[in-house]
């Protein structure tokens, strides 16, 4: 089927009858696309053969002959748009000198990010210590409250030995005498601190406040420890029995018979070789989940702190009741070692004679002992305050004393008395007889 030709135009109209068949489009060079274009009207629109399957539309004017004509039509267009542009361009300029040079700008953000990474290079070339500051002065520290610590030691020394060397010579050296400075200027230095506010976070507000619990879990365990002892308790310590780590022999099939049979009340039949012939035999009514004794005993041993004893042998719960039983014996030991350290302060660490300490109980002595050198120092804070405040108070009571004598009260009525007596008189005198 012949597709049926229609040929359109908006330009001029064609007679009826003059029906031609449109040619098709010859091919042009290279550089001749411009002068068909230019020859071309600007406002023709030719449409090609529209038949059943697709339209194709094609404009001859160019994009470029579109804003020629557009120009051409309002000739002081471009004028005007030039003239605002150019009255905002010197607002801006007005407003900022500088608002237009980019060059400039860019410049100096590429400068300063030279100054950075010159400033970065130089420092990585310095290499200088992050953390080694920081170390230096805990070590100084540490080593400060080891050297108060051991003074301190060797004051309650002294104390016990009273006067038993009063009669021999004592000599002080200069570097001891240094050191004690060194440890008063440490002390003010630390009082100073206190006083301006307590520093907020870290490490230090971390330790005081666990050294606080401890001293609270310590006062109670000072309390219940001079109950028990007004009871009549034993305070002795022994060493501790350690668990036997060693792995427990699995029992015989005829100590299961016997056990089953005491227990349960059943008697297992064992073949000639002492082997049991139905082990169902060895079961009872719910469930047979049992442990070991001597597993049970190697998996949370009640002699060990509740720390190294928190789970079972495979990452099961102790429960609660061991738990709780555990926690007794730990706060017992705890204060048994409080009332030793009180019964011997000289003593550095105590440890039972015969017996290794763990590394939780020297961690646990020394808690103690620090909690017992703040409870002192609180102690001398707290009778220093006491003073004080008691010779306030005796100054307040002198100065009230002496503003209330009665012997000056005394006077001083009398005095107003006389001065009121003579301005009587002397207004008396003043006035006119009649």
Do not use: C
Request: proline share 4%; glycine share 6%; charged share 35%.
């Amino acid at each position: 089927m012949a597709s049926a030709g229609i040929s359109l135009s908006f330009g001029k109209l064609k007679k009826p009858g003059s029906d031609v068949k449109s040619k098709p489009r010859a091919k042009t060079a290279l550089f001749e696309a411009d002068a068909d274009e230019a020859a071309k009207p600007n406002d023709v629109v030719a449409l090609t053969e529209l038949d059943d399957s697709s339209l194709t539309t094609a404009r001859t004017d160019s994009t470029a002959s579109r804003k020629k004509g557009a120009a051409a039509e309002t000739p002081g267009l471009p004028t005007i748009l030039s003239r605002v542009q150019r009255q905002r361009q010197q607002e801006a300029q007005e407003l900022d000198e500088s608002v237009f040079d980019y060059d400039g700008v860019y410049d100096s953000m590429k400068m300063g990010e030279k100054a950075a990474a010159e400033a970065k290079k130089a420092e990585n070339a310095l290499r200088k210590p992050k953390y080694i500051g920081g170390l230096l002065e805990s070590a100084q520290q540490r080593k400060l409250d080891r050297v108060r610590a051991e003074d301190k030691m060797i004051q309650r020394e002294r104390e016990q030995e009273g006067e038993e060397f009063g009669d021999k010579e004592a000599f002080v050296t200069p570097a001891y005498q240094a050191q004690q400075a060194e440890l008063r200027q440490a002390e003010e230095e630390e009082r100073k601190k206190n006083e301006a506010g307590p520093k907020k976070g870290g490490l230090s507000s971390f330790y005081a406040s666990y050294l606080a619990q401890s001293d609270q879990s310590n006062q109670a365990a000072l309390q219940a420890t001079a109950t028990a002892k007004e009871g009549g308790r034993d305070f002795t310590i022994g060493p501790a029995p350690m668990p036997d780590m060693a792995r427990a022999e699995p029992k015989s099939d005829a100590q299961l018979a016997q056990e089953a049979q005491q227990k349960l009340g059943t008697r297992v039949m064992l073949n000639e070789s002492g082997e049991i012939v139905d082990k169902r035999e060895l079961l009872k009514g719910g469930l047979n989940a049992e442990e070991d004794e001597d597993a049970v005993q190697m998996a949370y041993p009640s002699s060990l702190p509740a720390a190294l004893s928190g789970t079972r042998k495979g990452g099961f719960a102790i429960p609660i009741a061991a738990r709780m039983a555990e926690k007794a014996l730990e706060e017992a030991a705890r204060a048994r070692a409080a009332l030793l350290d009180q019964e011997a302060p000289a003593a550095d660490v105590w440890q039972p004679a015969g017996a290794t300490m763990t590394p939780e109980q020297r961690r646990r002595e020394q808690r103690l002992r620090q909690s017992k050198e703040i409870e002192k120092q609180m102690l001398a804070f707290n009778e220093q305050k006491r003073k004080r405040e008691e010779e306030e108070r005796s100054h307040k009571i002198a100065k009230l004393a002496r503003r209330n004598d009665e012997t000056k009260v005394e006077e001083l009525r009398r005095k107003a008395l006389e001065r009121r007596q003579a301005k009587a008189a002397a207004d008396a005198a003043a006035a006119p007889t009649t």
